[in-house]
């Protein structure tokens, strides 16, 4: 899935993309399309864990009141319909998948949450902060089982292929956490190769599941549901990047966290990693820095210095190229194929 580390980062391929304002309007159609169902699907939950998927849908506040918070982009149930689109069939054939996706993402931001410590969510409370550890818990755990019966009525080959993204999101979610607890510098610290194969797990497979899915249940031939797993993984990957550079670099309006807040908490993210790994001198100081626990910005200056702003950027932008270069593999729609590479290009270069 990748080139060396050591490898320069060069465009794989080009393609004729929609203009850059067609991407937002591709993601609202598609959330369109998706809600209706989504919302039915959560409606089917016991009463307390609906509130709690709608809070977290931000579809309402504490109590079932209207929400004055908007909810997330939708990314994963656009993949899903785009994926069927892109077999030739109706954009609605995904929707069971684009339900399936979205809820497993749900569930895996409650649980992540809570794993990770963090109070918020899209600006406001975090459902276990506003309903409590073992509720979310729970919620979560409701909105998995969701998932896994939305899709089974499409058949064992839908429900596999979901399954083969979860293990993988859970492995990825494993290193995650394990990477904490090692150092910042010699033999033991965390490999810019091992976080890229966390973040494809983590992050990319559910990317790669909604694609597939959605093409699966458009009745795409198995080499095109691969390729199509293929670019949501590398789509993944670049997508995790571009959030690392987000939370040290991105602003706070458009973030919703404090500038430099990944180095306030001390996150093993891939720029970090990258300055770690290099051979400027920058990197030296930047290891006894973190160790110490010091100056956030005097960090964030020296990653930059060390080049792994600059080398995350690359490598976003590498992967998007490999996933544009796995969707060339097979023919896809017209119209669908220049929206999701639209999507593609839109995703990694949101906000910087």
């Known amino acids: 899935m990748r080139a060396p580390d050591s490898a320069v ?8 993309v929609l203009p850059p304002d067609s991407a937002p309007e591709v993601l609202r159609r598609c959330r369109a399309l ?12 016991h009463p307390w864990m609906s509130e709690m998927a709608a809070y977290s849908f931000g579809w309402c506040e ?4 209207p929400a004055v918070a908007p909810g997330g982009k939708g990314v994963r149930q656009a993949l899903a319909v785009l994926g069927a689109e892109a ?12 339900v399936a996706v979205e809820l ?15 109070t918020t969510r899209r600006r406001r409370p975090a459902v276990w902060k506003a309903y409590g ?17 939305t899709l089974a009525a499409a058949g064992p080959d839908a429900v596999r292929l979901l399954s083969v993204a979860l293990a993988d999101l859970v492995r990825g979610q494993a290193d995650d956490l394990l990477f904490a607890a090692r150092p910042w510098s010699g033999p033991d610290r965390v490999r810019p190769a091992e976080y890229r194969a966390m973040a494809e797990h983590k992050t990319g497979s559910l990317l790669g599941a909604a694609l597939a899915l959605g093409a699966l249940l458009g009745g795409a031939p198995p080499a095109m549901v691969a390729a199509l797993d293929r670019a949501g993984r590398h789509l993944g990957v670049a997508f995790q990047v571009v959030d690392d550079v987000l939370g040290i670099w991105g602003d706070p309006v458009v973030t919703g966290k404090p500038v430099l807040a990944d180095l306030r908490e001390r996150k093993k993210t891939f720029p970090v990693l990258l300055a770690l790994d290099s051979p400027d001198p920058a990197a030296r100081h930047l290891a006894a ?12 200056a020296l990653i930059a210095a060390a080049g792994g702003r600059a080398a995350a950027l690359a490598e976003a932008r590498w ?8 969707l060339a593999d097979v023919s896809l729609d017209a119209r669908a194929g220049a929206e999701l590479r639209s999507l593609l290009d839109f995703l990694v270069r949101r906000d910087l």
Do not use: K, N, Y
């Not at 998706?34 to 939950?45: F, K, S, T, W, Y």
């Not at 550890?133 to 019966?149: C, I, K, M, N, R």
């Open 289 to 300: 820095l973190l160790e110490s626990a010091g100056d956030p910005a005097e960090a964030a």
């Open 319 to 326: 992967q998007i190229d490999a996933g544009q270069a796995a």
């Open 9 to 16: 980062r060069t465009p794989a391929c080009a393609h004729e």
């Open 34 to 45: 998706v809600r209706p169902a989504l919302r039915e699907a959560v409606g089917r939950m």
């Open 87 to 98: 077999a030739g069939a109706s954009g609605r054939s995904g929707v069971p998948a684009a």
């Open 133 to 149: 550890t073992g509720p979310a818990v729970l919620a979560g755990d409701a909105l998995f089982a969701l998932a896994v019966g």
């Open 104 to 118: 497993v993402h749900a569930f895996s931001l409650l649980h992540d949450d809570i794993m990770d410590g963090d």
């Open 62 to 65: 504490v109590g079932g009141g």
